[in-house]
């Protein structure tokens, strides 16, 4: 979600990074419909799907301290550009696989190069 020069990322109180709400495909699922769904599940708002921006692949060992430690991982990830209401209040429900709570922030597109996280 992107809105008046800001866009929408995720951070828990362990890891020292913003990242896209998110979530898993569930079997006979669309792409579509799943991050409408997890979306909701996050925010408590149902988003509407813009348009599929780009797909990011990535290899990687999980973190310490995660359900995925030590594990070699492959994800494939679909990123949707999500239309919605501005100004409508988000809610931060969403627990990480790992038990952690997540907020939900609004970050400055023209600043995200000089974040510390």
Request: hydrophobic share 40%.
């Given at each position: 979600?992107?809105?008046?020069?800001?866009?929408?990322?995720?951070?828990?109180?362990?890891?020292?990074?913003?990242?896209?709400?998110?979530?898993?495909?569930?079997?006979?699922?669309?792409?579509?419909?799943?991050?409408?769904?997890?979306i909701f599940e996050e925010t408590g708002i149902e988003f509407e799907v813009d348009h599929l921006a780009f797909v990011h692949e990535n290899l990687f060992i999980g973190n310490t301290n995660s359900i995925l430690e030590?594990?070699?991982?492959?994800?494939?990830?679909?990123?949707?550009?999500?239309?919605?209401?501005?100004?409508?209040?988000?809610?931060?429900?969403?627990?990480?696989?790992?038990?952690?709570?997540?907020?939900?922030?609004?970050?400055?597109?023209?600043?995200?190069?000089?974040?510390?996280?």
């Amino acid at each position: 979600m992107i809105d008046n020069g800001k866009v929408l990322a995720v951070q828990n109180d362990r890891d020292r990074y913003y990242y896209p709400l998110s979530g898993a495909i569930q079997h006979g699922e669309s792409a579509e419909e799943a991050v409408i769904r997890e979306i909701f599940e996050e925010t408590g708002i149902e988003f509407e799907v813009d348009h599929l921006a780009f797909v990011h692949e990535n290899l990687f060992i999980g973190n310490t301290n995660s359900i995925l430690e030590g594990l070699r991982c492959h994800e494939v990830t679909f990123y949707f550009l999500m239309n919605w209401i501005p100004g409508t209040r988000l809610s931060d429900n969403s627990i990480t696989c790992g038990g952690l709570l997540e907020h939900s922030v609004w970050l400055e597109i023209s600043k995200l190069n000089k974040l510390d996280r």
